[in-house]
Every structure is written in structure tokens, then in C-alpha cells.
């Protein structure tokens, strides 16, 4: 079989399939499939209609969505094409589609709803290089023109297809891919240059062990490389995909479409399993006390489990009963075929791993950047290390610097940063790509993350606090949806604690305390007390200088609105802070007062 080196012959090795249903697509509340044919039919016609338009190889095309299989055709035609595909999330502000439409030079731009269309319109004429917009509204709009106009309901003719197939054909290993924005965590967003090569190795190379009956669900934003890349894979192997726009519409459909693969990130699990426990706190006694034996159950067969070891008798038969009565329907919440969930953008919590797998849910952690399109390391499930993100996968070369930081060196790492020379020699020196991330490397060759290199927080007293585990330990608290630690240049560390308020406002009942709002009911005085000492609790086993003395307690959800958390939902630290100064000022202060 010819090897795959661009994502044009990945697109093309996948038509071959000939899948009835390569895709599932919601239309109002029933799920339909669509074809191999009728997928490789819409991406030839709007392939050869960005051609009409004088989109050509190499120039900039733009694609604003949210998930849906559009976002799917419109990628592959301009893959096929040799266009230079700029995604963004559909979650940013007009004027910050501006910097990327501008700096990226786009010629054209595809959008998903009125509301994309809108951002795009109201920046008028200050973006002279942008000279095609297209909607995937049923009706052209404004200057925009319509997808399903463009793309029409005829076949592709004979000549239609021999162009289509030599097009995708001459594009090459080395040409662009792709320029991928950073989410700007830590300053202004860097276009990362991927090439056909980087991501088709990558693709290749991770190799996920997948069998022809899988069904893949796609939620987490197809912009980011993440799913992206996961979404290629399931194409390469002749998998069906089943696009979800919103998070919230993610529990309907893992029911409706069953799904045995899903990628997802920390807060995904953080939540469900918080679901989990509250709605066990509220059953009764009898129940309470079966789910937490089957937990106990689960935990004692997990060892044996990811060892692949055959389970003692009396165990086996324990485990059995358990999963009978309590974990089969766990599952069935989340369809009941899951085989695999993969987990990646921050390091999971171990307590969360254990109780996944404990549960018959397996989760396989893995790790990369952008800028390794993505995947640097993942687990697998014959070699599964608990609080470990796998090891290298193929061709890819990770080591440790002197002071941590972990290292790649591979076909996946980028071609550099656009137009910024400094920044890319500074990521590529020596020739290896400087992730920015610490972390180590055991005997057996599986890789752990243990924080940023940036977000090591320096106190006053030049202790050094990594803030990513305290953080993880704060969010396993069923009264703490999240945390976030402050140490800079402070004599001690300190915290913001986001409450979770569905479990506050169940507190406050029982204890008849009466709030009329949020923000009334974070600064309860009992409900400050609770949090605190939850904090003193869970920050027990820490060193003197990492555990929090003092907490200010917010009356609202970080949000992606606020910039206060990214689209694939890390914090923006620096964002909270200047956000949250004066609060933050204010808990160093009444510690001050206090002494």
C-alpha cells in the first residue's frame, strides 16, 4: 500500500472506502448517513469552485465554524486543492478574526452561520486581500455566497474528476498545510506553520488502534490540531465520524449515536465525574453504599487490568457483580459502546484516571502542541501508565533539558512561526523544538508532564510552586468546579477558587441559608468557612510552601467570552489575573492585616 504523505492522498485513500455512511450528520433530531460518494462528490465541487473564484495553490482560504461536517468538505477541498487552510474558532471576536485574517493574508473566507457571517461583514473594507466570502447558509447573504449554491447537486464529470484527481495529486509532502493561531495563553497568538508532511506523519505514525466497526464522535473544536488530526486518522482507516457544534449537545448524542472512540479534554471528564458524584450523594443510603463498593471493587481490579493479567477467582466474580449493577450503567450514560475516550491539552488528574478505568472506561492520555501537530506521545492500550501521557510514538525523538524542559524532534514539529523569525529560532534551537512544557522520562520510556515552564510560580521566599498539580488536586473537590493558584513574587501561595455552585446551593439549603444571588452566596460567611477548610484539606500532603493560606472565592464560571479561559478551555493566567487583581490584592492584604 503507497504510503501516505499529504492529507490530498489521505482524502483520496479514504474515498476508497466506499463507506455508506462516512459521516452522520444531524438533521433536525434524526441522524443521517452521508456517503463516501456523496462526501468526495461535495468536496470536488467546491474544490473546483474555489478554483472559479481564483483560489489557487498556495494562497490563504479562511474557515470560521463550529463542527459540522461543511467544516469536513471545505478542509479536503482546499487540502486537495494546495490551499493554505487558516481555521478559527468560531468563539472569537470580530476584531480578533481581524489580526488573523490580516496577518494571514486570506483571499477568501468560508462561514457556518449568520452570526460568523456578521463578524466577518462588520469589519467592512479593512481587509483588502479578502475578496470571497461563503456561507454554509442555505441562501447567499450580503456579499457571501452559498455553500450549496456552489456546490450543486450534480456528479462530477469524467473531466471534473480527472482535473480534481491531478490537482490533489501534484500537491506536495512539503507544501503548507496550514497556519494554526495559538490560543495566546501566555501573549499575543503566533501562526503555526504545518506542512502536509508534519501532519500526514502524524496521522501515520500515532497509528490508534482502531477496528472497521468504530464510530467516532467529534466535538472538540476541528480549528485546533487536536481533533483535527484525531478526525484524519478516522478518515484514513475508514472510520464514520459524527460531528457535534456544541458541548451541550454532547449527551444527546452519545446516546443517539453510540460512539467507541472520543477525544476529549480534562474539563470533560472533571465534569462528568462531578455528575457522577452528586447524583449519588442525592440517591439513597442502600445505593450510595452498592456504588461505593463496586468503587472499591474497581480500584482493587485495576492493577490486573492494566497489566492485562487475569483477574483471581473470588475478584473476578466480585468485579462482575459490580459492573453488572453499577459501572454497565455508567457506561450506557455515555451510549454503552465506549471502547476508548483519549484525553489530551492539559495532564488529568490520577484520582480521575483511576476512576474512569475502574469503571470499565478506559481513557488513554496523550500529549503534544500545535506545533507538533500534535501528537508528541500517547498511550496505548496494551502499554497504559497511570498519570503518564504514553510514550513517543514513531519517528518522534523526546528528551529532557537540564532544567526539565521537555524536547521534540521529529517529522511532526513545524515549519516555524509565520513571519516571526526570533520566535521560531528561539522555539527551534539547537534542533529541537522547545516545547515549553516540564516533565520527565521514566526507565520504561513513558513520558509524564508536570507543569509549564512558564507558569512556575517563583514566591517571595524563592520557593518554586508548580501550580498545574495543586490546581488539579482544588478541582477534585465536589465543592470546587475550579482553581487557580497565585505565588508570584508573593510570600505565600494563594488561590482563586471558582465554586461549584450546584453543590453550594445544596449546602446552603440544608443549612437553610438563604442567598439571592451567586455572588451572594460565595461570600457566605459559612459558605467562605466550607471552602477553606476544603482547600486546607486537599492541599494536606503538600509542602509547607505550596499549600494555599489563602483563598478569594468568585461568583461566577471562568469563561471563553471573558478570555479568562481558551477555546480548548486552559486558563489564561495572565488574563485572570489583570481580571481578578483587586481581588487578589485584597486576600494579600487581609492576610497582612491579619499578622
Excluded at 116 to 131: A, D, H, M, T, V
Excluded at 303 to 309: M, V
Excluded at 316 to 333: G, N, Y
Excluded at 529 to 543: N, W, Y
Aim: with cysteine.
Amino acid at each position: 500500500m503507497p504510503a501516505v504523505e499529504t492529507i490530498a492522498q489521505l482524502f483520496l485513500r479514504s474515498a476508497a472506502f466506499g463507506k455508506p455512511d462516512q459521516l452522520l450528520v444531524k438533521e433536525g433530531a434524526v441522524w443521517q448517513a452521508v456517503s463516501s460518494g456523496e462526501f468526495g462528490r461535495r468536496v470536488g465541487q467546491l474544490h473546483l469552485a474555489l478554483g472559479r473564484l481564483g483560489v489557487r495553490r498556495g494562497d490563504r482560504c479562511a474557515l470560521l465554524s463550529e463542527n459540522r461536517w461543511e467544516w469536513a468538505v471545505a478542509d479536503f477541498a482546499m487540502m486537495t486543492a494546495g490551499i493554505v487552510s487558516v481555521p478559527l474558532y468560531p468563539t472569537l471576536t470580530a476584531e480578533q478574526i481581524h489580526y488573523m485574517l490580516e496577518d494571514s493574508g486570506a483571499r477568501a473566507i468560508l462561514v457556518s452561520t449568520a452570526a460568523q457571517r456578521e463578524k466577518i461583514e462588520s469589519l467592512g473594507g479593512r481587509l483588502p486581500s479578502l475578496e470571497n466570502v461563503i456561507t454554509f447558509e442555505e441562501e447567499a447573504a450580503g456579499r457571501a455566497l452559498a455553500l450549496g449554491q456552489l456546490i450543486g447537486a450534480n456528479p462530477l464529470t469524467d473531466a471534473d474528476r480527472r482535473h480534481f484527481e491531478a490537482a490533489a495529486a501534484g500537491v506536495g509532502p512539503d507544501d503548507l498545510a496550514s497556519i494554526l493561531y495559538t490560543s495566546g495563553t501566555t501573549g499575543t497568538p503566533k501562526g503555526v506553520l504545518l506542512t502536509h508532511a508534519n501532519i500526514a506523519s502524524n496521522v501515520v505514525d500515532s497509528a490508534p488502534d482502531f477496528r472497521p466497526d468504530d464510530l467516532g464522535l467529534s466535538f472538540l473544536p476541528l480549528c485546533h490540531i487536536y481533533e483535527r488530526t484525531l478526525d484524519y486518522a478516522y478518515y484514513l482507516h475508514g472510520i464514520t465520524v459524527a460531528h457535534v457544534g456544541v458541548i451541550e449537545e454532547v449527551p444527546e448524542a452519545l446516546a443517539a449515536v453510540r460512539p467507541t472512540l472520543v477525544a476529549a479534554v480534562p474539563r470533560f471528564f472533571e465534569k462528568s465525574h462531578r455528575r457522577v458524584m452528586e447524583r449519588m450523594a442525592a440517591a439513597p443510603p442502600l445505593r450510595q453504599k452498592l456504588f461505593h463498593w463496586a468503587l472499591r471493587v474497581g480500584f482493587e481490579s485495576l492493577p490486573y487490568r492494566l497489566e492485562q493479567r487475569p483477574l483471581p477467582l473470588g475478584l473476578a466474580i466480585r468485579q462482575a457483580l459490580a459492573d453488572r449493577l453499577v459501572f454497565s450503567k455508567l457506561r450506557a450514560r455515555l451510549g454503552g459502546r465506549i471502547r476508548q475516550f483519549y484525553s489530551g491539552a492539559a495532564p488529568l488528574a490520577r484520582e480521575l484516571l483511576e476512576f474512569f478505568w475502574a469503571a470499565g472506561i478506559p481513557i488513554l492520555e496523550g500529549y503534544g502542541l500545535t506545533e507538533t501537530s500534535p501528537v508528541v506521545s500517547a498511550s496505548r492500550p496494551e502499554a497504559v501508565r497511570l498519570g503518564a501521557v504514553g510514550r513517543p510514538i514513531k519517528n518522534v525523538e523526546v528528551r529532557i533539558a537540564d532544567d526539565g524542559e521537555i524536547l521534540v524532534r521529529g517529522p511532526n514539529v513545524m515549519r516555524g512561526y509565520y513571519k516571526m523569525e526570533r520566535e521560531t529560532a528561539e522555539a527551534m534551537d539547537g534542533g529541537w523544538f522547545h516545547t515549553g512544557d516540564i516533565g520527565r522520562l521514566d526507565a520504561d520510556g513513558f513520558l509524564s508532564i508536570t507543569d509549564r515552564k512558564k507558569d512556575l510560580l517563583k514566591t517571595a521566599g524563592g520557593k518554586y510552586v508548580a501550580p498545574q498539580p495543586i490546581e488539579n488536586k482544588l478541582r477534585q473537590n465536589p465543592y470546587i468546579a475550579d482553581a487557580v493558584v497565585i505565588a508570584d513574587r508573593r510570600k505565600f501561595a494563594g488561590a482563586l477558587i471558582v465554586p461549584n455552585f450546584p453543590q453550594l446551593e445544596r449546602f446552603a439549603r440544608e443549612r437553610g441559608l438563604t442567598c439571592a444571588s451567586a455572588a451572594e452566596l460565595a461570600r457566605h460567611p459559612q459558605v467562605v468557612d466550607l471552602l477553606e477548610r476544603e482547600v486546607e484539606r486537599a492541599c494536606s500532603g503538600l509542602a509547607q510552601y505550596e499549600k494555599i493560606k489563602r483563598i478569594a472565592v468568585l461568583d461566577r464560571e471562568f469563561s471563553i467570552a471573558a478570555g479568562e479561559i481558551t477555546p480548548t478551555l486552559k486558563v489564561r493566567r495572565r488574563e485572570v489575573e489583570r481580571l481578578y487583581a483587586e481581588q487578589i490584592d485584597r486576600m494579600y492584604q487581609e492576610e497582612a492585616a491579619a499578622v
